[in-house]
Each structure stands twice: as structure tokens, then as C-alpha cells.
């Protein structure tokens, strides 16, 4: 079972959203193969927070919803490090919930709904997927629905 391990910086997180996020990652990791015994950590965070995170790692001035921070990525002359008696860690998901209530709102549906699908979509980034050119996003955008779709968890 994938480890997980939460923060919530803005105190305002529901134990049902954050189990909720927990099967989710669950579920999307046995649907991609993830080693059982991976680690992920998430974190709940305000527009402010998330736009300073933005600005600096990103260079948008701008809050946005859901930033994933991959741990297997290598850099331009980096060497990949493998410990295999080592949990595999597989990086960081910051989720603004300021952000998630707000397209919550605009898209017509639940909290719930929108804290999963950015959890999920955090998850798939930290494995690889991207959105970076039509091609990848239909690719990526395409898993996402076939996931939430399978664990119940779509549009209201």
C-alpha cells in the first residue's frame, strides 16, 4: 500500500476528503503498477502559498490549483540513485483548496470530486504524465476520466 503522508497547512481539510484522496492514490497506483510499498506526500495549502510556490519554482505569479514536485524526474546531468531496499519515494503534490472550492463552484460540482481529481492529477504528474503538448494531454487527461471513472468518483 502506498504510504502517504498529509499536511494540511490551512486546518480546513476534512478527514472524509483526505481518506477520500488516500483510496484514490490507492487505487491509481495498482492501475499503474506503483510498487506497494511507494511514498507520496500531500499537501493542503492556501492561493497565497501556492502562488509563492508558483512564482519560484515555476515563474507564474499566479495561484493555481494542484503543483507536483517528482522525485524520479532526473535533471539535465543527473544520475539516477536507486536503493532497492529503499521505499520509493515519488514526490510531493501541493493542492490549493482555496483554488479546488473555487473550480469546485465554477465546474458544478462537489469539493470532494474536485480534491480527488487534483489529487489524482498531482498523482499522474509524479509518474510521468504530462500536458506539456496536445498529444501528452489527451493522453494524460484521457487516464485521468478512465481512473475516476473506475474508483466511482465523476462529475456531478
Known amino acids: 500500500m502506498i504510504h502517504i503522508d498529509f499536511q494540511d497547512e490551512t486546518n480546513s481539510v476534512d478527514e472524509a476528503f ?3 484522496i488516500q483510496r484514490i492514490i490507492h487505487f491509481a497506483g495498482v492501475k499503474e503498477g506503483i510498487q506497494a510499498d511507494s511514498e507520496v506526500s500531500i499537501s493542503f495549502v492556501d492561493n497565497s502559498e501556492i502562488q509563492e510556490i508558483n512564482r519560484n519554482y515555476r515563474q507564474k505569479d499566479q ?9 524520479q524526474e ?3 546531468g543527473e544520475m539516477k540513485i ?4 529503499m521505499p520509493l ?5 501541493v493542492i490549493s483548496v482555496d483554488k479546488a472550492k473555487e473550480q469546485a463552484e465554477d465546474y458544478g460540482h ?3 470530486r474536485e480534491l480527488g481529481f487534483l ?3 498531482g498523482f499522474l504528474h509524479l509518474l510521468g504524465y504530462d500536458h506539456m503538448n496536445d498529444e501528452d494531454e489527451k493522453v494524460m487527461f ?3 476520466e478512465e481512473i475516476l471513472h473506475e474508483f466511482g468518483l465523476q462529475r456531478s
Open 82 to 85: 536507486l536503493h532497492e531496499d
Open 74 to 76: 532526473e535533471g539535465e
Open 18 to 20: 483526505v481518506d477520500l
Open 63 to 71: 495561484p493555481t490549483d494542484v503543483i507536483s514536485f517528482a522525485m
Open 89 to 93: 519515494m515519488l514526490g510531493d503534490i
Open 142 to 144: 484521457n487516464r485521468q
Open 119 to 121: 489529487a489524482l492529477h
Open 110 to 112: 462537489t469539493l470532494e
